[in-house]
């Protein structure tokens, strides 16, 4: 044995270029896959060290665990920011048609999209839907998409982003039904509230049935309620049109066991669909007035939803 020289133990190690940097030697490996690694690329795991493309294979492995409605929890409220941006973004058309933002009527967007029975009647049933997405004013904008943030990104989280959505359009649609059941024939209607309080009937709802404390937003809703019939210009029929749905379907969402769940809300989806059109159609037959298009006189008394 000559003094002064390193004993060697086993074979000598193995230098390799990096799998991630062909230009760095190096004499390690991941544990996972075996590939050879330059300790920039390493990253300790439970066992031993995995190089960068492990790491990102076992996250994206990794699933989000799901919640009560059968969506995964963690998700972030993009479908809630989308629909305020939706909103804003006509109002915002509507207003340089009509160049003003209190006085509306002058726009083509608007008139074309607003919700009346005797036009729906006539065949213009996209109304159905685009009244939800017209607002009167930038006051009555701004409340609306506030109300919506606040109510929409829990109701979101918990339900997950294509059943919120499912929730928010079918409240839309519920509080449209309503205008055309019972409010005149020849009343405008526009305002996303008919949905945003399907939004708050189905937070009532959530709140039951994770055993919640409900006051304080039970009398959020009560006073809501109170104002939609005492003040005028206020469409009390959309808002409980989409109060009820919103609260139907949000129920069907949160409540049925997990062998039935996605039966139980597909289903119900589907029934709210179909009950809504066939109510819609029933009533497009009792209208007796017909016409094509509204005038400016009709058009100043639109009723805000």
Known sequence: MQYGQPIQYGPPAVVEAC????DRQTALHCTRCGRPACPECLTQASVGFQCRACVAEGRAAQ????GVTGAR???????????IGINVLVFLITAVQARSGTDLTPSAVYRDGLLAPTLV??????RLLTGGFLHASVVHIALNMLSLYFL????????????FLVVYLLALLGGSAAVMLFAGELTPTIGASGAIFGLMGGLVVVFKRFRYDMKQLLFVLAINLYLSFQLSGISWQGHL?????GAAITAAMVYPAQAIRRRVQ??????LLVLIVVVILLRDTQIAVRCTELTQTDFLGC???
């Open 152 to 163: 929409g990104l829990p109701m979101e989280r918990i339900l997950g982003r294509a059943r």
């Open 63 to 66: 699933r989000a665990p799901l």
């Open 241 to 245: 049109g989409g109060l009820v749905v």
């Open 303 to 305: 009723s805000g939803g």
């Open 266 to 271: 597909i289903g119900a989806a589907v029934g």
């Open 19 to 22: 799998a991630f940097h062909r």
């Open 121 to 126: 009647a006539s065949g213009q049933f996209w």
């Open 73 to 83: 929890i963690g998700q972030q409220p993009i479908v809630t920011f989308t629909l």
